[in-house]
């Protein structure tokens, strides 16, 4: 259906020439905006409907006094299904530091939840299949769980802002949650709305960043230069997704043009993760509660982590 919306608009009603590059560009961004944008809401409807009595606050509160092992597995499970950005990390590492929470599990948290979302994995199936998609997702996880450790390692209490220790938040009174059907139609509906509203422009960028790829950069130079895996693609990938800022459901269509051309899938991956986790944005907003050399330390863990996954997909692609 997306494709003969795709083919209707750019062949049949703009005259454009499915040999040219224009015509294949506007045939992927209108195909892309509407497939991404029916699941958008769809599945942010969905999972808020199942998530209308999770909140920052909750998760602090699932987190807060369990062992240290089980409360890291916990807070990179509840980062993966929770729809936070890094517009969320300053607030949410001032309620886990003011909770209590050691810093190794709150680094879990803040890697897990925007690397990987319930949107991008939905497209992500329909790209990679179940098989390559649950690899990622499982590599996302295996990720948050061991940077968050590693940073625990390094004692990172010493490198965070003076203020946030002296914060106390204190426990407000939470009103109940309307858990009736209507309440959580409406709290879904509110998602949709807050969530689609933020990152639409994400989204329409990553789309517009695909198409382009998809019909104006030629296949030749990407068999030669990305489509072999060559190692240096990866750390390539990882450099170019740092200085970008996007969320994972926003670096889709540039994940699907890039397979289309045949670019190594570790390759793209390296890129989806670092965009999403590892982007100068986010690092700029974490400064707000950490010292450089804290974020310095958290950035090349990360790197780290996402050229061996990256290297490993190429590797068993």
């Known amino acids: 259906m997306f494709t003969e919306l795709g083919d209707a608009v750019a062949y049949s009603l703009l005259g454009l020439s499915p040999e040219g590059s224009l015509g294949p560009a506007v045939q992927f961004f209108v195909m892309d905006t509407a497939k991404i944008f029916v699941l958008l809401v769809a599945v942010i409807y969905v999972m ?44 949410l590492f001032i309620g886990f530091v003011e909770a209590g929470i050691p810093l190794g599990v709150t680094f879990s948290f803040l890697i897990a939840s925007p690397m990987i979302n319930e949107v991008a994995v939905v497209l992500l199936v329909g790209i990679l299949g179940w098989k390559l998609t649950a690899m990622y997702v499982a590599s996302g996880l295996v990720v948050a769980y061991a940077g968050g450790a590693l940073m625990e ?105 890039m397979l289309a051309k045949e670019v190594a899938v570790g390759t793209v991956l390296a890129l989806m993760m670092a965009i999403a986790a590892l982007s100068l944005p986010e690092i700029l907003i974490l400064r707000k509660v950490l010292h450089w050399k804290a974020l310095a330390h958290y950035a090349a863990i990360l790197a780290g982590a996402f050229m061996l996954v990256g290297w490993g997909f190429n590797l068993a692609a």
């Not at 909750?58 to 369990?66: A, H, M, N, T």
């Not at 990305?226 to 990938?237: F, H, I, M, Y």
């Open 153 to 257: 390692r390094l004692r990172p209490e010493r490198w965070v802002a003076d203020y946030v220790w002296k914060i106390r938040m204190g426990e407000t009174a939470r009103p109940e949650a309307d858990t009736s059907l209507a309440g959580r139609h409406r709290f879904a509906v509110g998602e949709v709305k807050e969530i689609v509203g933020r990152i639409w422009k994400w989204v329409v960028a990553g789309i517009a960043v695909g198409a382009a790829f998809h019909g104006f950069v030629p296949e030749a130079w990407v068999s030669e230069y990305l489509a072999g895996g060559q190692w240096w693609t990866v750390p390539a990938a990882v450099v170019l997704g740092v200085p970008l800022y996007a969320n994972a459901t926003g670096v889709i269509p540039v994940a699907e043009a």
């Open 48 to 91: 808020g409907l199942l998530r209308a009595m999770i909140s920052p606050e909750r998760v602090r509160e699932y987190v807060r006094g369990k062992p240290k092992g089980a409360a890291r597995s916990l807070a990179v499970g509840l980062g993966a299904v929770t729809p936070f950005c890094s517009c969320s990390s300053v607030p």
